[in-house]
Every structure is written in C-alpha cells, then in structure tokens.
C-alpha cells in the first residue's frame, strides 16, 4: 500500500480541480484515479480528520482509492470528505467501500442534502454492529430514523446506496433495497460527501452521483 496524497484537517484544502472519469446523461463517476477536489470535514468532537489517496490492487475502479486514516477513537467523531459537485436536491448515490480497522467503529456512510457540517441525512454502514442505518444531522445532533440489520463483512469490497426523492429515501445495501424511509428535514440542494465515524479506516471507491 502506497500512500498518494494525504489531506489532514484544513476545512479549505483542496485538491485539484475534479476530473471525472465517467459523464454520460446526469451520472457523474469518480474513481480517484485523477485529483478531485473535496474538502475535509468533521462533525463532532476529536482530532483533525486524515483522508489520503491509497493503492489498493483489489479495488473495484483502479487502483486507486480514498481513504480515512485517522484513529481519533472520540465515539461522537465523523470524519467527511465533502465534494464540490455536483450539488443536488433528488439524486442516487453510491459508493464501494472496504472496512479496513476501528476498535470503537468500523464504518462507511454517504452524506447527501448537506448544507455544512452540522446539517445533512446520512446512510451509514457498520462493520462491527452489522446493520445499516439513516441518520439526519441537524444542528450537529445525529438522529436515525431508519435501519436495518445486514451483514457488514471487514476487509471486502462492497456497495452502499441510496436514493432520495423529495421526502422519500431508500437504501440499498449488496445490490439490495434493505428499506424505505419519508423524511422533510431536509429539502434543499446539497453536496454529498463520504462519512465515517470514531476510529473507523475505511476505504472508498467507484463513487457514482447521478439526479
């Protein structure tokens, strides 16, 4: 494994200006195996966030894929990588991600809708509970509305989804819709970004936004 480019902390880094590596009709894709811009975030408590750009020979896109690095074990921590674009009200995201580590929690999420670090919906997967949870964000305070038990295995590559639709919210997880959920917290356009939580080293890649 061979760390690429490494961002810690600083809310206004950027990298380099988006390249995305697949744009037909209303998908965007992004496999970071070109520089994207995103900015770190971080709701809660705790240490600087750490995302780096890692090889990985198993990745589903490339070798290539974005990682949070920190071991920060502060339980009310969420570590965010917020993109730029594209910024969407209704949308289908999804993402693959690999559970590498956490002691406190082994977690991947998407953030959609978001408007800052303290207000958005977020659909998080985790390793170690074995379920899959809908969570809005508002004001900092995280609070689910939707879950479901699944089977989060460590150390493989799978998919989270979700699909947003005015009040509507679905989650798929491993190709599967796991639930459906209504929701009017959030209405507005938004940015999406990738989320975890405390702990958690989790690997993301093959990250697919489409309106």
Do not use: C
Request: proline share 5%.
């Amino acid at each position: 494994m061979t760390s690429r480019r490494a961002l810690i902390g600083g809310a206004a880094t950027l990298l380099a200006a988006p390249t995305l590596h697949a744009q037909g009709g209303n998908l965007t894709r992004i496999d970071f195996e070109s520089p994207v811009a995103f900015k770190p975030m971080l709701t809660g408590r705790g240490g600087q966030v750490a995302w780096s750009v890692i090889d990985d020979p198993s990745a589903p896109a490339g070798p290539k894929v974005l990682a949070q690095t920190s071991k920060d074990r502060t339980d009310y921590r969420f570590p965010m990588a917020v993109f730029d674009q594209p910024v969407l009200a209704d949308l289908d995201v999804a993402v693959r991600f690999k559970p590498v580590s956490g002691e406190v929690d082994r977690a991947a999420g998407i953030a959609v809708r978001l408007i800052d670090r303290d207000n958005y919906y977020v659909v998080r997967a985790n390793a170690l509970e074995d379920n899959v949870r809908l969570y809005k964000v508002v004001k900092g305070d995280r609070q689910q509305f939707a879950g479901a038990n699944a089977k989060v295995p460590s150390g493989i590559w799978q998919e989270l989804r979700l699909v947003v639709r005015g009040n509507r919210v679905e989650v798929f997880f491993a190709g599967k819709s796991l639930y459906v959920a209504t929701d009017a917290t959030f209405t507005a356009a938004g940015r999406v970004a990738l989320w975890t939580k405390a702990d958690s080293v989790t690997w993301f890649d093959d990250l697919r936004i489409g309106s």
